[in-house]
């Protein structure tokens, strides 16, 4: 062969090497795209209004990071002085921080770290398929993107969230069975009948198929392009998402854990202020709280949005598990500070509930999450909540507050909203 030749077959090589890399990196672009929710499309008219430029918030200078005040639960199990003292502390950081975080919880870092799988699961479908009103087989309006109701930069959210009500977690179980019958058929008896031990490999993981006998077991490295082909192709009936399964029972083992945490700790921080021992246990149910998983996507405009925007909780408590990415701040004092995540805590907050409860005693102080440009966020939420018909009467007199249900509550909220894109809160009840 001639140096021409050789040349030219080498500078062949080379380009068909780049030319399948840059399939290959377009199609992971396509596939990050695919699962974006269109934040820009939603809020461009807003970003585009140069009236809006001097309500520009301030999310990017330089905030003094804090760790919250640390709470060691294995204390209640001591002695009578250091279970009090354990329980005076957590008190004392719902008075002045309105935040604790918790260590030795009970909740194992193993379940934390399925949840947390189970998160990327549900956030890498398709956006058309997440916004399904049906997706997962969960109510209408689980799954939630920014901010439909913003009215200016102030408002604007730049992440996406699945809201579970407990009692919701079995209806996912019940589409998955239906998914997981509907891929096996398909594989078994339509598209891939002679091939077992099939695993198609997806830019996360490696989806395993169940095995045909009698039949020589064949690996496919990678099925891309066959994705490509029938994956959006519904005439074939296959979508290879089908069998990347969802685990409801990872989610419903955490939301059991987090319930029993929520009521303990709730439980604690009534013995400060001579609240009966039995109320949460009355007015709280599983069935009335929820969990709410969070991804917060790279922002390429950090300076303009928030990850969430300012808010306070509309529950008794909160029970956040976090990554250690960071961008949770909470206001103290008059100033945002960033809160300093810690790998072996959970965070807990206190929700507009319990301070009213409390008559101002405990606060539900006003946080948001910061948008990110390099690094997606992952957290989750779990909100306990009491259920619609009860009402939250202060502890004590004079009360601050005048007596609501649930139901009036997150009427009163839905209202504000709707007008103004924010929630109001505690503020309107009170006296």
Request: a neutral charge; one cysteine or more; aromatic letters at 12%.
């Amino acid at each position: 062969m001639s140096l021409h030749c050789q040349k030219s077959a080498k500078g062949d090589k080379m380009n068909t090497h780049k030319f399948k890399a840059d399939i290959h990196q377009d199609r992971e672009d396509s596939e990050a795209m695919a699962i974006e929710p269109p934040f820009f499309e939603k809020y461009k008219a807003i970003l585009q209004s140069s009236a809006n430029e001097k309500e520009k918030p301030s999310t990017v200078e330089g905030f003094e990071e804090l760790e919250l005040p640390l709470i060691d639960l294995s204390h209640l199990n001591l002695g009578p002085l250091e279970r009090q003292e354990c329980i005076e502390k957590m008190g004392q950081a719902a008075i002045e921080w309105g935040f604790f975080q918790i260590v030795n919880h009970a909740v194992p870092d193993e379940l934390l770290n399925r949840l947390k799988q189970e998160q990327i699961k549900v956030f890498q479908q398709p956006f058309d398929k997440k916004s399904e009103n049906n997706f997962l087989n969960l109510s209408v309006q689980s799954y939630r993107w920014g901010n439909p109701l913003a009215t200016s930069l102030r408002n604007l959210s730049w992440s996406e969230a699945l809201h579970i009500s407990l009692k919701d977690i079995s209806k996912m179980d019940e589409y998955n069975k239906l998914r997981y019958f509907f891929s096996l058929y398909y594989l078994y008896y339509i598209i891939f009948p002679t091939i077992v031990g099939l695993h198609y490999q997806m830019p996360s993981a490696m989806a395993p198929c169940c095995c045909l006998r009698h039949l020589i077991s064949v690996t496919v490295a990678c099925l891309t392009q066959c994705a490509f082909e029938f994956a959006s192709d519904r005439q074939h009936g296959l979508n290879f998402n089908l069998i990347r399964q969802h685990d409801p029972s990872t989610i419903e083992e955490y939301a059991e854990k987090a319930n029993f945490l929520a009521q303990r700790l709730a439980e604690y921080l009534a013995q400060n202020l001579g609240i009966k021992a039995n109320y949460f246990q009355e007015n709280c149910s599983p069935s009335s709280s929820s969990l709410r998983m969070n991804r917060y996507p790279p922002c390429p405009c950090p300076s303009m949005m928030f990850g969430i925007i300012p808010h306070t909780d509309t529950d008794f408590l909160t029970i956040v598990s976090q990554d250690q990415v960071g961008g949770l701040q909470l206001k103290r004092n008059g100033r945002w500070v960033s809160v300093k995540p810690n790998p072996k805590a959970l965070v807990v907050n206190i929700g507009d509930f319990y301070q009213a409860l409390s008559n101002g005693v405990y606060k539900s102080i006003t946080h948001r999450v910061i948008a990110n440009q390099e690094t997606e966020r992952y957290s989750a939420a779990y909100f306990y909540c009491p259920t619609y018909e009860t009402v939250i009467e202060s502890c004590s007199k004079p009360s601050l507050y005048k007596k609501f249900s649930f139901k009036e509550y997150r009427e009163q909220i839905q209202k504000d909203v709707k007008a103004t894109g924010d929630k109001v809160g505690l503020s309107r009840f009170l006296l």
